[in-house]
C-alpha cells in the first residue's frame, strides 16, 4: 500500500467532511426564514413530466414551505412538461426557459435561477414514482431531508457567486465537493459552465466525458478552472483515449487514487444571455416530438472541436424517433461557438441514487456518504431498537416511521413513511415505504414493497405493489411470449399465476400494452385499507417464494403499478404522512 497516498486520501475525506457539514449548516440557518437578496435562489424551479406529477410536486412544497422546512421569500414553481411526445429533459429545459420568459420578461435578466429536473415515473426506483425523485427521503436533518433539500444545500454557495442565468441539475444525484479557503465555484463567465468530477475511466463509459485544454497538472490543486474542447458523451473507453480525454494523477488533494482517470459531468450553469439564446433555438425546432437529452444533445454541441458527427449516433437513445437526428443538427448549428467552461472540482464525489440497490446501498452500506452527509440509521421516526451509530459496516435505514419497540429491521434494508406494529420482521436488503404493517408479519429478504392509495369505483382503496429488489420493471417482452419472459423474484408469471389461482386469460396490462413489462403487468389487489392491502400482496409474495397457493376473491380487482399511479389518492397518501408526522412530534414531546 502506497501510505503517502493513503494518509493524502485520507485528508481529502476529512476536507469533504467538513466543507459539507458547513453547507449543511448554512443551508439549516436559511430553513423557515426569509432569506436577504443575493443570499439564496430568486428562483427554484422543478420540472414534472405531466399536470398530475406537478399537482403533487405542487402541494408537497406548499407544506414544506407552511411547515417552514425552505427557506422562505423564494419562487418556487414547477412546470410541467406540455402534453404528447415526451421530450427528455432537454426539452424540459427549454419549455421552462419559454414559461419562466413568459411569466417574468426582462426581470428574468436580474435573477438566478435553479432548475431541477424531476420529471418521469422512476421505474428503478419505484417508491419515488407516486410523489416524485425529488422527495425521495434522507436520514438526516430536523425536519428530515428529502432531495429536494440536499440539492439545495449542497449548491448553497453558488447563488452568491453566480451572475443571473440558471443551474440546471438533476434530481438523483448529489455532488459532494471541497476548494480552497480562499476559492468558491464561480459562475460568471457567458455561455456554458459546467462542474467536473475526477473519475474512473469505468464510469466514463456512462457519463459525459469532457475533453480540456492541455494544461500541466491535473489535480494540483482542489479546483481548476479551464476552456473545455469538446464534451462526449458515454464514450467507450477507445474514443476517451483516442480524444485526448484520459488524465494522469499528480499529487494534490484529490478524490480518486487511480492513476488514470477522466473528468465526468453533473451539473451545469447557463448565463441569461445564452438563455435566451436556447429560447430562439426552441422557436427554431418547433413543438418537439421527440426527446432531447440537457447533457448529450446541449453539450456535445460546444467547444471548439465539436463536430456535427454525433447528431447520427442513435447508441445511446432510448426510443430513437424519426426528427431527432434533424433537431440534433439544429441545436448543433445554433450552438455551434458557445463557449464550455469547466470547473474542475478535484476532491469531489458524484453520487447517483436512481435505483433501488443505489438507494439500499448508499444509504445502508456506502461509508464514505454516511461519514460526508452524517447519515443516520434512524431519522425522524419512532424506532427504540436502532443500532448505535458506526456500531457495523451495514446499517439498517428508518425514516420518517413509527415501529413498535418489539419489530426489528435487518441490516441493508430501508423502511420509510411507515408504521409497523408489534413483532413485525423486516429481512435483509429489503425496501418498505408508505406501508401500515400489521402484528407478527414477516417481510422476507431482498423484497420491494410500497403501498399506494387509489381511487377505485368511487371509492378510496389501496395497493401494495411487490417485487424483488433485482427485477426490472422496465423490461418489455410483446405477447404472447410474456408469460415465461417475464419474472417476478425470478419466477416466471406462468408459475406464478397458477399459484394464485389466477389463469392466464385473467391477466392484462394496463395502457398502452403493446409493450408488456412488470410496470404494467395488474398483479395486484385494490383493498378497503392499508393493512389488509399489505398482508394481501404479501401472501401472494409468499405463495410465489414457498410454492403454496392462495385463492383471491372471485370480484377482486388487480392493478399495476402503472395503473395505480394513474389513479392515485394524493391528499390521502399525505394524510397517511401526516399522522405519522402528528404521531413522531407527540411523542417526541412527551419523552
Known amino acids: 500500500m502506497d501510505t503517502g497516498n493513503n494518509s493524502m486520501n485520507q485528508e481529502c475525506i476529512k476536507k469533504l467532511q467538513i466543507a459539507t457539514r458547513e453547507k449543511l449548516r448554512k443551508f439549516n440557518s436559511l430553513r423557515g426564514k ?69 411569466i417574468y420578461g426582462k426581470t428574468l435578466g436580474s435573477f438566478r435561477v435553479i432548475l431541477i429536473h424531476a420529471g418521469g415515473w422512476s421505474q428503478r426506483l419505484p417508491n419515488a414514482s407516486a410523489l416524485g425523485k425529488i422527495f425521495t427521503a434522507l436520514p438526516l436533518g430536523d425536519p428530515l431531508y428529502q432531495m429536494l433539500e440536499l440539492k439545495l444545500a449542497m449548491y448553497v454557495d453558488f447563488p452568491s457567486q453566480m451572475k443571473p442565468g440558471v443551474l440546471v441539475t438533476c434530481a438523483d444525484d448529489i455532488e459532494i465537493y471541497s476548494v480552497a479557503e480562499d476559492e468558491s465555484v464561480r459562475f460568471n463567465k457567458p455561455g456554458f ?9 469505468s464510469t466514463g463509459t456512462t457519463h459525459g466525458v469532457f475533453v480540456l485544454e492541455p494544461h500541466e497538472k491535473s489535480g494540483s490543486s482542489e479546483m481548476e478552472d479551464i476552456s473545455c474542447l469538446h464534451f462526449l458523451h458515454k464514450p467507450s473507453i477507445n474514443k476517451m483515449r483516442d480524444s485526448g480525454a484520459v488524465c494522469k494523477r499528480h499529487d494534490g488533494c484529490f478524490s480518486l487514487t487511480d492513476t488514470e482517470f477522466v473528468y465526468t459531468d453533473s451539473t ?12 430562439d433555438l426552441l422557436k427554431e425546432v418547433g413543438p418537439l416530438e421527440c ?136 429481512g435483509n436488503g429489503s425496501i418498505l415505504s408508505g406501508c401500515w404493517v400489521g402484528s407478527s408479519l414477516s417481510v422476507p429478504d431482498r423484497v420491494f414493497m410500497h403501498s399506494l392509495c387509489v381511487n377505485h369505483r368511487d371509492r378510496t382503496g389501496f395497493v401494495t405493489v411487490v417485487f424483488g429488489i433485482d427485477d426490472n420493471l422496465k423490461h418489455g417482452v410483446e405477447a404472447p411470449a410474456y408469460i415465461e419472459g417475464l419474472k417476478l423474484f425470478g419466477v416466471s408469471l406462468a408459475e406464478c399465476l397458477p399459484r394464485w389461482e389466477l389463469g392466464n386469460e385473467v391477466l392484462r396490462f394496463s395502457g398502452e400494452a403493446s409493450s408488456c413489462s412488470l410496470w404494467n403487468a395488474c398483479l395486484f389487489p385494490v383493498c378497503a385499507d392499508q393493512q389488509s392491502s399489505f ?26 403499478m402503472h395503473e395505480s399511479l394513474q389513479c392515485k389518492n394524493l391528499e390521502e397518501m399525505l394524510k397517511f404522512r401526516k399522522g405519522l408526522y402528528n404521531d413522531i412530534m407527540q411523542r417526541r414531546s412527551s419523552s
Open 34 to 102: 426569509e432569506v436577504q437578496p443575493g443570499e439564496f435562489w430568486d428562483l427554484v424551479i422543478v420540472t414534472a413530466v405531466d399536470e398530475s406529477q406537478r399537482d403533487a410536486y405542487e402541494l408537497q412544497i406548499t407544506e414544506k414551505v407552511d411547515r417552514k422546512e425552505l427557506p422562505l421569500g423564494v419562487h418556487y414553481i414547477v412546470f410541467s412538461d406540455p402534453p404528447g411526445a415526451k421530450i427528455g429533459n432537454g426539452g424540459s429545459t427549454l419549455y421552462a426557459l419559454q414559461r419562466l420568459n413568459d
Open 193 to 201: 459552465t459546467a462542474l467536473a468530477h475526477p473519475s474512473p475511466l
Open 268 to 279: 451545469y450553469y447557463v448565463d441569461y444571455a445564452t438563455a435566451m439564446s436556447l429560447l
Open 291 to 426: 426527446e432531447i437529452d440537457a447533457y448529450g444533445d446541449f453539450l456535445q454541441a460546444l467547444g471548439p472541436k465539436a463536430t456535427i458527427a454525433y447528431t447520427n449516433n442513435t447508441a445511446n437513445v432510448t426510443k430513437e424517433e424519426s426528427t431527432l437526428v434533424e433537431i440534433r443538427r439544429k441545436i448543433f448549428n445554433h450552438l455551434r461557438g458557445t463557449p464550455l467552461n469547466v470547473v474542475l472540482l478535484n476532491n469531489s464525489q458524484f453520487y447517483h441514487i436512481g435505483t433501488t440497490s443505489e438507494y439500499l446501498h448508499h444509504l445502508t452500506e456506502d461509508a464514505e456518504l454516511r461519514s460526508e452527509l452524517g447519515l443516520l440509521s434512524s431519522a425522524f421516526s419512532v424506532y427504540p431498537n436502532q443500532p448505535p451509530e458506526g456500531a457495523a459496516a451495514a446499517v439498517c435505514c428508518v425514516m420518517y416511521s413509527v415501529l413498535d419497540p418489539s419489530c426489528s429491521v435487518a441490516p441493508r434494508s430501508v423502511v420509510e413513511y411507515c408504521r409497523l406494529e408489534a413483532g413485525v420482521t423486516v
Open 535 to 560: 398482508s394481501k400482496s404479501l401472501e401472494m409474495l409468499q405463495a410465489v417464494l414457498g410454492g403454496s397457493t392462495l385463492s383471491l376473491p372471485k370480484d377482486t380487482k388487480l392493478m399495476s
